[in-house]
């Protein structure tokens, strides 16, 4: 993807201070250490996760990562960490489903006005870029987590409209599964292959995208780069049927489980949507990204109202049910590129094993 030199100046991570909320979970630790690498000088972790944040001041001891204790819902508590910062990524939300759907109210809390206080006073402290992390559930939402990250998208794009004299630019990334993030599945699979007791798999038909974090790092630098405000980017990413990412767990970990069908859970549907085909009318396609450009009306209400688009129809959206389908030996070959998988074939299957497997599926 193509980018003006000038702006990688400007957005690249090199020299910069950079601050992510809710930085103690696995995307947190693994955009830190990408900083780091990248040449960052001062990484800043905002959460309220006391525990995590000590957790993390081992692993990051000596190095430029400095921990602020802070609630994205207290926008005072935000100040500290963003005075002086260059760049935020704003990772801080309600992410189950389950605890959204018992506490909607705690959701909306975190993941809507937690949000509009991040953009306020990122802009308030002059920060040059803000990355808002959303999720496939954002779209066609069913649930409460999907919709409160929804209204973040709009939050964060009618805060572009509102401000168009800003400096600050303030973009959404929008990503399917992240594989063996903290509440995915594939930690689950392998206590259940551990401890002998069979798989639970909701429908085995159905559909999700498959991202490692590495992917999902590296759309945010994307989004940091060639973001407009107000835009959304979206990473293509290949998907498989859950019965078949079972499957592909136990045989790589060369067991004898079962599966379980336990049926569909509340507030889950049969395939995960990334783009509508709404979106996809007004969008550019980058390769392996969407760039959803913002809908720039003015607060003229006749363009909402008496105005329509023309067009030859709106096609269909980027889902998980027609996206590139993973075959069992494609997704073996994803999870053993993650070191979390190769770490636990090891535990599993002693060293030499787990080399032999690795090995064979390496891509």
């Known amino acids: 993807m193509e980018s003006n030199s000038e702006t990688d100046v400007r957005y690249s991570l090199r020299d910069q201070v950079i601050t992510i909320t809710g930085g103690t979970g696995s995307f947190g630790n693994t955009m830190a250490r990408y900083a780091l690498d990248q040449g960052c000088r001062e990484v800043r972790i905002l959460s309220r996760d006391e525990a995590k944040q000590d957790s993390q001041r081992h692993d990051f001891a000596g190095e430029p990562v400095h921990f602020y204790l802070g609630d994205v819902r207290d926008a005072s508590s935000l100040d500290s960490a963003f005075q002086g910062t260059d760049l935020v990524f704003h990772a801080a939300a309600l992410k189950q489903v389950p605890s959204c759907e018992f506490f909607?109210?705690?959701?909306?809390?975190?993941?809507?006005?937690?949000?509009?206080?991040?953009?306020?006073?990122?802009?308030?402290?002059?920060?040059?870029?803000?990355?808002?992390?959303?999720?496939?559930?954002?779209?066609?939402?069913?649930?409460?987590?999907?919709?409160?990250?929804?209204?973040?998208?709009?939050?964060?794009?009618?805060?572009?409209?509102?401000n168009p004299a800003s400096e600050m630019v303030?973009?959404?990334?929008?990503?399917?599964?992240?594989?063996?993030?903290?509440?995915?599945?594939?930690?689950?699979?392998?206590?259940?292959?551990?401890?002998?007791?069979?798989?639970?798999?909701?429908?085995?038909?159905?559909?999700?995208?498959?991202?490692?974090?590495?992917?999902?790092?590296?759309?945010?630098e994307t989004a940091l780069l060639n973001a407009r405000s107000g835009e959304v980017f979206i990473r293509k990413a290949p998907a498989s049927t859950v019965g078949d990412l079972a499957a592909a767990v136990i045989e790589l970990?060369?067991?004898?489980?079962?599966?379980?069908?336990?049926?569909?859970?509340?507030?889950?549907?049969?395939?995960?949507?990334?783009?509508?085909?709404?979106?996809?009318?007004?969008?550019d396609d980058l390769?392996?990204?969407f760039r959803v450009n913002m809908d720039a009306r003015s607060l003229d209400y006749v363009g909402f109202v008496e105005e329509g688009q023309q067009g030859d129809g709106l096609g269909e959206g980027y889902d998980s049910h027609n996206a590139e389908r993973l075959s069992r030996t494609s997704i073996k070959v994803l999870l053993c590129s993650l070191?979390?998988?190769?770490?636990?074939?090891?535990?599993?299957?002693?060293?030499?094993?787990?080399?032999?497997?690795?090995?064979?599926?390496?891509?």
């Open 287 to 289: 390769g392996e990204y």
């Open 104 to 162: 909607p109210m705690q959701a909306i809390m975190t993941n809507i006005s937690g949000s509009a206080n991040v953009l306020e006073r990122a802009n308030q402290h002059e920060v040059r870029s803000v990355v808002c992390l959303s999720t496939d559930k954002a779209v066609y939402p069913i649930n409460a987590m999907g919709m409160t990250k929804a209204l973040m998208e709009k939050l964060v794009q009618a805060w572009a409209r509102a």
């Open 339 to 363: 070191p979390q998988i190769r770490d636990d074939l090891k535990q599993v299957l002693g060293e030499r094993r787990a080399t032999a497997i690795t090995t064979r599926y390496a891509s």
């Open 170 to 220: 303030a973009s959404v990334v929008r990503y399917g599964n992240v594989m063996y993030s903290r509440g995915s599945v594939l930690p689950l699979f392998i206590r259940c292959i551990v401890q002998g007791r069979p798989l639970p798999v909701t429908e085995p038909s159905m559909t999700r995208f498959l991202m490692p974090l590495r992917d999902a790092v590296s759309l945010l």
């Open 253 to 283: 970990f060369e067991a004898e489980n079962s599966i379980n069908v336990i049926g569909f859970r509340h507030g889950e549907k049969l395939y995960e949507t990334l783009a509508t085909r709404e979106e996809l009318q007004r969008s």
